[in-house]
């Protein structure tokens, strides 16, 4: 178990240099009389494979070229260098802002007497900050591009969050009944002063985070208490994996469903879409406390507190049964396919049946017995 | 008779016409003049009134170009109509040889005077009646004397005006005045009425126009009775090779023909007949007919040959191996004066030209097909909704303004698969297609001059003729529309280097937009640069 202080030390800006040799690359092509191109891997979901050794997805080896001479490559390469140019600007002002800033930032016209705007539709724009990241080997969050905030934190952790020009001390055991929310980017300025707790619980629903907070669980426990909100955000996942990084043991109590347990393996391996920053959001190391359908063997009152399952969850089991880095799992494909049969399913709010801190108990003893399914 | 039917509809066809020139021949003689007119005026282009005055302009064109061929001389023609009377007047002249005062009346006022008739040669005016006929035609119509003015170029010019005797097909000349003057050529001023002035594509703009496509070596100036001047400009100075008479194959010989030649031939012998008036035949020959043909007797008068016996004979040449006849007399106006002639009036984009080697049809009648075909410019005809498909149709150089819908150029156009040169909108397209019909015997479909008739290995010849400048065509557009995709990628990415290089600039700290731009503008210009023809 680590607890340390200071943690991160000041790193320094790797994106600047990366931009900058960027232009300068495509500079060298011009001056060789060569057509400028981009290349980098390829983001369609059939270059999304699973890395077997780091257990994340990643994207394959599968290349994509953007030439700037090719008539249909143009314009997208135009604005790759147009949105890289930005963002540059960006860092340099340090100032942030949304992908829906950026587009308003790009979308003006290529000249008086051209009947074309660099960028016409922010979906546009979106693709090529995708691109950028990919290009880049960097999150948006590094190229000063806000991402929406979703996720909430209690326990005791310290951050020290430069912004805006001050310095701000937080306390996460400071934060009262609505706890200290995540922000965007969780790198860029966030200092990691002290994180003293012994693990790291991650509760599907805000509803259930507010029981234990209210029960001081997360104080009891020595825990750093998070919800999600449903899916993790991106700053909600790169914070997982931060902590995980401080070797804090992971643990995730989702509802025993297939929306749950998506949930759960989304922080865990990575989701396709996000595949080409797999390594930085991902926190294969967490462990699924539950609900689980072997609850209900093993807690009988969770046996009246079933709900009958919906035709996406079936769906969403059968697809998660079809990836291999979920069916490799005896104990996951045996939740699943009860799921299937039983077509039931367990929310974790039912854990409050018998009484409203039985919650606590439940995780602890889980816990205590490592009673977890990978 | 009998053997006839067996040889096909379009054979036919072609015999009774030639033997309606004979009858028309036959009947004038018969007939009086007028009488003869009025009965024949239909076939001899003298109906509907935009036709024949038309057709009066050819009349008089086609003497000029012919005469002036036959003297060496490039011509420049002179049209003009104006209104008079609720007539029309057509002034015509040229700078031709003239007519020595003492033949004026011969030269002009006597029906089938030239008789280019059993002449075997290629010549424009080489059916029909000519420029008497158009002189009648104005007698007719208006009982007006035509006006004549002409020089041999000796210091004097006189004038006088005509008239021709129907009654005995002889010209009457009247108020004949002779004064010194330098002009040399041929002027003719007659009235006309059942004419009509128009600007169609049967009108004598379009004729002359076209008269002007097949014969660079020719000025012509128009002037409509609106004041209108429009000059076709000379574009070649090589005069057409004199045509040079030939004897007819046997191969292209009907029994019509050769009852004919054979009761117009001055030889003792049938044999001899034979040897004197047609190529390709000797001695030998005759011996294989002689064989061929037993119960016919080679030694007697040609004009007691017998409408079976010529059957027979004729049978026979199609029996006997022949030496291909010669196609010496044929006379293209040639590629390169085309491509002149069409540039100069059409101004086109695109020209291919095609002279195809000479073909016999009906088994022994030499001709040869010369197409062109022009995109843009002035080519095609200005259709209601934009540029149409213009073809033009020649016979020997002569245009060949009416009955498209009968002709064999038009049967091989329409039989052409446009799309396989990528022309599927031809119809819709501003392209002139040329044909010229080279023959010293054109199977045209009457008297009139107007169309040739569907003979298969005529229409073969034309299609392949076309298909050929299609191709080239073809090749041109889609290479064409390859050069614009290629121009409006061009423009596409030009579009993005002042902003690539700004942002380049930037990025990467070093250079100058104007010089990143410049250079980018190079790449994209060597990459972009038209592909060399």
Same mark, same amino acid.
């Given at each position: 178990m680590v607890r340390g202080e200071n943690l991160e030390k000041k790193e320094e800006d790797k994106v600047l240099p990366k931009l900058k040799s960027l232009g300068k690359n495509l500079l060298n092509e011009i001056k060789s009389g060569?057509?400028?191109?981009?290349?980098?891997?390829? /983001?369609?979901?059939?270059?999304?494979?699973?890395?077997? !050794?780091?257990?994340?997805? #990643?994207?394959?080896?599968? @290349?994509? =070229? /953007?030439?700037?001479?090719?008539?249909?490559?143009?314009? !997208?390469?135009?604005?790759? #260098?147009?949105?890289?140019? @930005?963002? =540059?600007?960006?860092?340099?002002e340090n100032l942030h802002?949304?992908?829906?800033?950026?587009?308003?930032?790009?979308?003006?016209?290529?000249?008086e007497d051209i009947e074309e705007d660099l960028f016409e539709e922010q979906t546009e724009s979106n693709q090529i900050v995708e691109d950028l990241e990919v290009l880049l080997g960097t999150k948006r969050e590094d190229l000063n591009l806000s991402t929406d905030r979703k996720g909430v934190v209690a326990g005791p952790l310290i951050i020290k969050d430069k912004f805006a020009g001050t310095t701000t001390t937080i306390d996460c055991t400071k934060m009262g009944r609505s706890g200290w929310m995540i922000p965007s980017d969780v790198d860029n300025g966030m200092e990691f002063v002290k994180c003293e707790a012994d693990y790291v619980l991650v509760v599907e629903k805000d509803a259930l985070w507010q029981r234990l907070n209210e029960d001081q669980f997360w104080k009891k426990e020595n825990c750093i208490l998070i919800t999600p909100k449903g899916q993790a955000s991106r700053g909600c996942r790169r914070l997982i994996r931060k902590l995980a990084d401080m070797k804090l043991p992971i643990y995730g109590l989702m509802d025993c469903d297939a929306w749950g347990w998506y949930i759960y393996w989304t922080i865990k391996t990575g989701s396709m879409n996000l595949a080409y920053i797999g390594s930085e959001i991902s926190t294969p190391e967490i462990k699924f406390i539950g609900v689980t359908m072997k609850d209900i063997e093993k807690y009988p009152f969770l046996k009246k507190l079933t709900i009958k399952a919906k035709d996406v969850d079936i769906k969403r089991a059968e697809e998660m049964l079809s990836y291999p880095w979920i069916?490799?799992?005896?104990?996951?494909?045996?939740?699943?396919?009860?799921?299937?049969?039983?077509?039931?399913?367990?929310?974790?709010?039912?854990?409050?049946?018998?009484?409203l801190t039985f919650v606590g108990d439940y995780i602890k003893e889980k816990i205590e017995n490592k009673e977890f399914l990978p | 008779m009998s053997g006839k039917k067996e040889k096909g509809k379009k054979e036919d066809v072609i015999e009774k016409l030639e033997t309606e020139a004979h009858k028309i021949f036959e009947e004038f003689k018969e007939y009086s003049v007028a009488e003869f007119f009025k009965k024949n005026?239909?076939?001899?282009?003298?109906?509907?009134?935009?036709?024949?005055?038309?057709?009066?302009?050819?009349?008089?064109?086609?003497?000029?170009?012919?005469?002036?061929?036959?003297?060496?001389?490039l011509p420049n023609i002179y049209v003009k109509i104006e209104e008079a009377?609720?007539?029309?007047?057509?002034?015509?002249?040229?700078?031709?040889?003239?007519?020595?005062?003492?033949?004026?009346?011969?030269?002009?006022?006597?029906?089938?005077?030239?008789?280019?008739?059993?002449?075997?040669?290629?010549?424009?005016?080489q059916q029909g009646i000519g420029i008497s006929g158009a002189i009648l035609f104005s007698q007719i119509t208006t009982g007006k004397l035509i006006h004549i003015r002409s020089g041999i170029g000796d210091g004097k010019v006189y004038e006088c005006d005509l008239a021709i005797d129907v009654k005995t097909n002889t010209p009457k000349i009247s108020n004949f005045v002779e004064y010194p003057g330098n002009f040399r050529g041929l002027g003719i001023s007659a009235e006309y009425a059942e004419v009509k002035y128009d600007r169609s594509e049967y009108s004598p703009l379009e004729y002359l126009k076209a008269t002007a496509m097949a014969n660079p070596h020719a000025q012509i100036t128009f002037v409509g009775p609106d004041g209108e001047r429009v000059i076709f400009k000379r574009s070649s100075n090589v005069i057409p090779k004199k045509p040079t008479a030939v004897k007819p194959h046997p191969l292209g010989i009907t029994t019509d023909d050769l009852i004919s030649y054979a009761h117009h031939s001055k030889e003792r012998k049938l044999s001899s007949f034979l040897i004197q008036n047609f190529s390709r035949v000797s001695e030998q020959k005759v011996n294989e007919l002689k064989l061929l043909c037993p119960s016919i007797n080679f030694e007697k008068m040609p004009r007691e040959l017998k409408w079976e016996e010529a059957e027979q004979l004729v049978e026979a040449f199609k029996k006997i191996k022949w030496i291909a006849p010669s196609s010496e007399a044929l006379i293209p106006i040639g590629e390169?004066?085309?491509?002149?002639?069409?540039?100069?009036?059409?101004n086109p984009e695109f020209i291919s030209v095609?002279?195809?080697?000479?073909?016999?049809?009906?088994?022994?009648?030499?001709?040869?097909?010369?197409?062109?075909?022009?995109?843009?410019?002035?080519?095609?005809?200005?259709?209601?909704?934009?540029?149409?498909?213009?073809?033009?149709?020649?016979?020997?150089?002569?245009?060949?303004?009416?009955?498209?819908g009968g002709c064999a150029i038009t049967e091989a156009v329409k039989s052409i698969d446009w799309n396989r040169y990528g022309l599927k909108d031809i119809e819709h397209m501003p392209v002139t297609l040329f044909v010229n019909f080279v023959s010293v015997f054109v199977p045209y479909t009457g008297a009139g001059k107007t169309a040739i008739a569907s003979e298969e290995e005529v229409i073969d010849e034309i299609r392949y003729a076309i298909?050929?400048?299609?191709?080239?065509?073809?090749?041109?557009?889609?290479?064409?529309?390859?050069?614009?995709?290629?121009?409006?990628?061009?423009?596409?990415?030009?579009?993005?280097?002042?902003?690539?290089?700004?942002?380049?600039?930037?990025?990467?700290?070093?250079?100058?937009?104007?010089?990143?731009?410049?250079?980018?503008?190079?790449?994209?210009?060597?990459?972009?640069?038209?592909?060399?023809?």
């Open positions: 060569t057509s400028p191109t981009l290349e980098f891997l390829a /983001r369609g979901l059939d270059n999304v494979i699973y890395d077997e !050794k780091n257990k994340i997805l #990643v994207l394959g080896n599968r @290349k994509e =070229k /953007r030439v700037f001479l090719s008539a249909s490559q143009a314009k !997208k390469f135009m604005q790759t #260098v147009a949105v890289a140019a @930005k963002c =540059k600007k960006f860092k340099e802002t949304s992908i829906r800033g950026l587009f308003y930032q790009l979308k003006f016209t290529l000249g069916s490799m799992h005896k104990e996951w494909v045996e939740e699943l396919k009860k799921v299937i049969e039983t077509k039931k399913k367990l929310e974790q709010d039912a854990l409050q049946g018998p009484r | 005026r239909q076939m001899l282009g003298f109906s509907g009134k935009v036709r024949s005055l038309t057709t009066v302009i050819h009349e008089g064109v086609t003497n000029s170009l012919d005469a002036c061929e036959e003297a060496r001389i009377n609720n007539h029309l007047k057509v002034y015509m002249e040229d700078n031709g040889p003239g007519i020595p005062k003492e033949y004026v009346g011969r030269a002009l006022g006597r029906m089938l005077a030239g008789t280019k008739f059993l002449r075997f040669q290629q010549s424009r005016g390169k004066q085309i491509e002149e002639s069409l540039k100069n009036l059409l095609r002279e195809r080697p000479p073909k016999v049809y009906r088994g022994g009648v030499p001709f040869l097909v010369e197409v062109a075909i022009c995109y843009g410019g002035r080519c095609g005809r200005q259709g209601k909704e934009g540029p149409e498909l213009d073809i033009k149709r020649f016979a020997n150089r002569a245009p060949l303004l009416f009955d498209a298909m050929e400048v299609a191709r080239d065509l073809g090749n041109y557009i889609s290479g064409k529309i390859r050069d614009k995709i290629r121009e409006e990628r061009k423009k596409a990415i030009m579009r993005y280097i002042k902003q690539i290089s700004e942002d380049i600039s930037y990025l990467s700290e070093e250079g100058k937009p104007g010089e990143i731009e410049k250079m980018l503008l190079e790449i994209v210009e060597k990459k972009y640069k038209k592909k060399l023809e």
